[in-house]
């Protein structure tokens, strides 16, 4: 497909997010025509990595060049910038694309678009669950995440598309749902992380350094994840909890117990008590005989 036939694609904000989707769309074939950003650094250093880019620190001029606009900006700044851009009622000649604004939030609504709409431009949600770390390798690795799509009509064809020349798995999201999504994505991804600190400090009181601990736990913890995206959340679960070890579990919860404080480990060790296999759950002859 010529480039020509594709949608002029422009970003305000050249954050770490705006980097690695700039930068694989073009690679992907789609026309970047232009970047804005707070810092005219920022984004001319983003623009002179793709060709015919453009950089600004005005939006308006984003608005002007691209068909899409990715709003990939803070939260808090969504709406006020959506209040400051003008989409003219004309159509663009230079394009056969209508002009749309596209956040790239996970939390925020769609609705902070409104202005953009009540000026004839469609309007979506466009987010990649994904971590970006600013480095080159997230355009690697960026493949093979979800992204979720808030839209209608041909804006969400369009924005599927994208999504999958990032070689990312698109989800549609009902209006209204964001912030419920959003916060159990991020309860998701951030008490994993609780968690392990967690046991990196527990771990401290036994003399273990934290790069130690670190070293130990993290490849478990990526074995975990793996096992659950091929086998399923009841059949990644290790351990006494797998085993049907009742009596081993029942010990740990009591022992963190007894150190006093507000531990996470006892919550998902219940949790995962919870949540084992089915098979286990019907087979009490089997938990007391492993």
């Given at each position: 497909m010529s480039q020509s036939s594709l949608p002029r694609i422009g970003f305000i904000g050249a954050g770490?997010?705006?980097?690695?989707?700039?930068?694989?769309?073009?690679?992907?074939?789609?026309?970047?025509?232009?970047?804005?950003?707070?810092?005219?650094?920022?984004?001319r250093r983003l623009a002179a990595q793709i060709e015919h880019c453009a950089a600004s620190d005005d939006p308006q001029q984003v608005v002007d060049a691209a068909d899409i606009v990715f709003l990939a900006?803070?939260?808090?700044?969504?709406?006020?910038?959506a209040h400051t851009l003008?989409?003219?009622?004309?159509?663009?000649?230079?394009?056969?694309?209508?002009?749309?604004?596209?956040?790239c939030s996970g939390a925020s609504p769609v609705e902070l678009l409104a202005p953009a709409r009540d000026q004839g431009a469609?309007?979506?949600?466009?987010?990649?669950?994904?971590?970006?770390?600013?480095e080159p390798a997230d355009l690697d690795r960026i493949a093979g995440c979800s992204v979720t799509i808030e839209a209608d009509g041909t804006l969400k064809d369009t924005l599927t598309a994208l999504a999958v020349a990032l070689r990312c798995h698109p989800l549609s999201i009902p209006?209204?749902?964001?912030?419920?999504?959003?916060?159990?994505?991020?309860?998701?991804?951030?008490?994993?992380?609780?968690?392990?600190?967690?046991?990196?400090?527990?771990?401290?009181?036994?003399?273990?350094?934290?790069?130690?601990a670190l070293r130990a736990l993290l490849p478990m913890l990526a074995g975990t994840i793996e096992t659950a995206r091929?086998?399923?959340?009841?059949?990644?679960?290790?351990?006494?909890?797998?085993?049907?070890?009742?009596?081993?579990?029942?010990?740990?919860?009591?022992?963190?117990?007894?150190?006093?404080?507000?531990?996470?480990?006892?919550?998902?060790?219940?949790?995962?008590?919870?949540?084992?296999?089915?098979?286990?759950?019907?087979?009490?002859?089997?938990?007391?005989?492993?």
């Amino acid at each position: 497909m010529s480039q020509s036939s594709l949608p002029r694609i422009g970003f305000i904000g050249a954050g770490r997010l705006a980097r690695c989707l700039a930068l694989s769309f073009s690679r992907a074939g789609y026309p970047v025509s232009a970047v804005a950003s707070r810092s005219a650094d920022s984004a001319r250093r983003l623009a002179a990595q793709i060709e015919h880019c453009a950089a600004s620190d005005d939006p308006q001029q984003v608005v002007d060049a691209a068909d899409i606009v990715f709003l990939a900006v803070p939260d808090d700044s969504i709406g006020t910038t959506a209040h400051t851009l003008r989409f003219a009622a004309a159509p663009d000649a230079a394009s056969r694309h209508g002009k749309a604004l596209v956040h790239c939030s996970g939390a925020s609504p769609v609705e902070l678009l409104a202005p953009a709409r009540d000026q004839g431009a469609a309007i979506g949600g466009f987010h990649p669950l994904y971590l970006f770390g600013g480095e080159p390798a997230d355009l690697d690795r960026i493949a093979g995440c979800s992204v979720t799509i808030e839209a209608d009509g041909t804006l969400k064809d369009t924005l599927t598309a994208l999504a999958v020349a990032l070689r990312c798995h698109p989800l549609s999201i009902p209006p209204g749902s964001r912030m419920l999504y959003h916060g159990a994505a991020h309860y998701a991804a951030s008490f994993a992380l609780c968690s392990l600190a967690e046991c990196v400090a527990l771990w401290r009181t036994l003399g273990f350094a934290e790069d130690d601990a670190l070293r130990a736990l993290l490849p478990m913890l990526a074995g975990t994840i793996e096992t659950a995206r091929d086998k399923g959340l009841p059949n990644a679960l290790a351990g006494p909890v797998s085993r049907g070890d009742t009596g081993v579990v029942q010990k740990q919860l009591a022992l963190f117990e007894g150190l006093g404080g507000d531990h996470v480990a006892r919550s998902p060790s219940r949790n995962a008590a919870r949540a084992r296999p089915p098979r286990l759950k019907r087979s009490p002859k089997l938990w007391k005989n492993r």
